[in-house]
């Protein structure tokens, strides 16, 4: 599949979003150095279909510990990730995880 890498550079850090997509583990290799990665996470779980392209909840940690940003907003949530209150799930990884994990709103701004 085709992913593409957004990224910015801002007073020396990396500012990265992850669009939608599959986890691969050369995820981690292209975001590394981001100090904040924003990523969409459609899913809570795995789809049963091999071809539904999107990352899920285990896919983020996986991410995560491998990357260790100093800041992770997830979004662009759908229903399996609604229903499980996406700023519960981001707290528990923020615990789990020992970094920060947000999960984005309708109308948040983020201050880089």
């Known amino acids: 599949m085709e992913t593409y890498v957004v990224m910015f550079q801002h007073n020396g850090r990396k500012i990265s979003f992850m669009v939608d997509t599959k986890y691969f583990p050369g995820l981690i290799n292209e975001y590394g150095g981001s100090h904040t990665l924003i990523m969409n996470v459609v899913r809570f779980k795995p789809h049963e279909s091999s071809t539904v392209m999107h990352l899920c909840i285990d896919d983020v ?52």
Do not use: C, Q
């Not at 609604?82 to 789990?96: D, I, M, Q, T, Y």
């Open 61 to 112: 940690k996986e991410i995560l510990s491998g990357i260790r940003p100093e800041k992770a907003i997830l979004t662009h949530f759908g229903m399996t990730m609604l229903k499980v209150k996406p700023w519960e799930v981001a707290s528990s990884l923020s615990h789990e995880l020992r970094l920060e994990v947000i999960a984005a709103s309708d109308g948040m701004m983020l201050e880089l």
